[in-house]
């Protein structure tokens, strides 16, 4: 056969000889002409067992020498996926199968189409790569104690799922089963993070809103984060019309955003009634303190006030102040990119931020902004060092609660990393 051609037998022995550009091809096609029109006669002259014994290296060079040594596995059993690796050996069986007894061409045609219907059943599974509660992995807004324990006690009604893959006609049922099975569990709101998705065409969004009208229906809102990412995603949702019946208010830029909006939502709806003002002696910072030790605990204190967007302090400057929100929000962030910022955690009333400049000393290693007009009540270095000379168990004390605060903190970081690298 001419190399290039239907054939591949003699594209694949001319490319092992050494052949890389097209005048191989010429040349190949020119020997078969010189052959048939000048050299049959001389080629009846060729023993057949010399032209059996040439077919025979040419088969022997079409193996994959990396069959055989995957088949041995498969028999012993070590191998993680057999029945995929099964199903990839039989595919290239019945290929060489055709080859040899039917032709080359057909092999081809045969092996193209089984691996198209196998890539379409491996892809068709579920889409979700994870999924988790807020129970085990909370935004990073930080918040009082009383909070606290309502989303420990009711945060596994908020799920979260991580698509990954293409979301079209294969794998949207399985997405729609899982939201489900969330409904059916009793979940109050599903956040969908949209990071690893790398395709939805129009099936899968008009999936995404019938999962959105059906959750609408029991009073379950939907968020999307990462959505800003896939603008094909994006704009495929904004022609079924998904994004403006949900509007802007319920899409966000990460999944922490994301979930901070759904403990709002959670907390409004099991909260009753307002979060109790918290005396000092009742903040975690302050916990053990008598009336006596909490006055002298007051009077180290300086209350401060922050306009909304003003800077507490920034990444690089000198530590020696510990801060206590009263009212308002800050935030933590670091740079991130050429011009913009990640949020690492965010402070509300009744917690407390800065507090590691009370054990190091070191330069800050993040900025704090107020989110909003910030009220705080602020222990500086001089006014801790007093406590340690004045009232020495009462700063034993704060620096027992300190460490307990640190190692909650540790803690719940760990155990959303854990959940997370799943």
């Known amino acids: 056969g001419i190399t290039s051609g239907l054939n591949?037998?003699?594209?694949?022995?001319?490319?092992?000889?050494?052949?890389?550009?097209?005048?191989?091809?010429?040349?190949?096609?020119?020997?078969v002409l010189l052959t048939i029109c000048f050299l049959l006669p001389v080629l009846a002259w060729l023993p057949r067992a010399v032209l059996s014994g040439v077919i025979m290296v040419i088969a022997i060079q079409h193996i994959d020498a990396t069959t055989l040594p995957l088949l041995r596995r498969l028999l012993s059993g070590h191998f993680s996926d057999r029945r995929a690796m099964a199903i990839d050996l039989g595919v290239s069986l019945a290929v060489t199968l055709l080859a040899v007894f039917v032709d080359i061409v057909t092999a081809v045609l045969v092996g193209?189409?089984?691996?198209?219907?196998?890539?379409?059943?491996?892809?068709?599974?579920?889409?979700?790569?994870?999924?988790?509660?807020?129970?085990?992995v909370?935004?990073?807004?930080?918040?009082?104690?009383?909070?606290?324990?309502?989303?420990?006690?009711?945060?596994?009604?908020?799920?979260?799922?991580?698509?990954?893959?293409?979301?079209?006609?294969?794998?949207?049922?399985?997405?729609f089963e899982s939201?489900?099975?969330?409904?059916?569990q009793g979940g109050r709101c599903v956040i969908v993070d949209l990071c690893h998705v790398s395709d939805i065409d129009h099936t899968g969004a008009r999936l995404m809103?019938?999962?959105?009208?059906?959750?609408?229906?029991?009073?379950?809102?939907?968020?999307?984060?990462?959505?800003?990412?896939?603008?094909?995603?994006?704009?495929?949702?904004?022609?079924?019309?998904?994004?403006?019946?949900?509007?802007?208010?319920?899409i966000f830029q990460d999944t922490d955003r994301a979930l901070e909006w759904a403990e709002d939502y959670?907390?409004?709806?099991?909260?009753?009634?307002?979060?109790?003002?918290?005396?000092?002696?009742?903040?975690?910072?302050?916990?053990?303190?008598?009336?006596?030790?909490?006055?002298?605990?007051?009077?180290?204190?300086?209350?401060?006030?922050?306009?909304?967007?003003?800077?507490?302090?920034?990444?690089?400057?000198?530590?020696?102040?510990?801060?206590?929100?009263?009212?308002?929000?800050a935030s933590v962030q670091v740079p991130s990119g050429a011009d913009g910022?990640?949020?690492?955690?965010?402070?509300?009333?009744?917690?407390?931020?800065g507090e590691v400049a009370l054990f190091d000393r070191k330069p800050r290693s993040a900025t704090v902004v107020a989110d909003s007009a910030l009220d705080c009540l602020v222990l500086d270095e001089?006014?801790?060092?007093?406590?340690?000379?004045d009232a020495p168990a009462v700063a034993i004390q704060l620096l027992v609660n300190l460490g307990v605060q640190l190692a909650t903190n540790l803690r719940n970081s760990n155990r959303m990393v854990m959940e997370l690298g799943r």
């Open 266 to 329: 959670l907390l409004a709806d099991v909260r009753g009634v307002p979060a109790p003002d918290l005396a000092l002696q009742r903040q975690p910072l302050f916990e053990g303190f008598d009336a006596a030790q909490a006055t002298q605990v007051r009077a180290a204190l300086v209350a401060r006030h922050y306009a909304a967007g003003s800077v507490v302090f920034r990444q690089g400057d000198d530590a020696a102040e510990l801060f206590v929100i009263t009212g308002g929000s």
């Open 112 to 136: 193209v189409f089984a691996a198209m219907m196998l890539f379409l059943l491996r892809i068709s599974g579920s889409v979700v790569r994870a999924s988790y509660t807020c129970a085990v």
């Open 8 to 31: 591949l037998g003699p594209s694949l022995i001319n490319r092992a000889f050494g052949a890389r550009t097209p005048l191989s091809v010429v040349v190949n096609a020119g020997v």
């Open 382 to 389: 001089r006014a801790f060092a007093a406590l340690k000379v």
């Open 179 to 184: 939201v489900g099975a969330i409904v059916d």
């Open 209 to 250: 809103l019938e999962i959105f009208t059906t959750l609408q229906a029991q009073g379950i809102p939907l968020l999307f984060s990462h959505l800003q990412h896939r603008a094909s995603g994006r704009q495929m949702l904004g022609d079924v019309g998904l994004l403006a019946q949900m509007g802007t208010e319920r």
């Open 341 to 353: 910022s990640t949020r690492l955690a965010s402070f509300g009333p009744g917690t407390c931020f």
């Open 138 to 175: 909370r935004s990073r807004q930080r918040r009082d104690p009383h909070d606290d324990a309502l989303l420990q006690e009711h945060g596994g009604r908020i799920h979260v799922l991580k698509l990954e893959g293409a979301i079209f006609f294969g794998s949207g049922e399985r997405l």
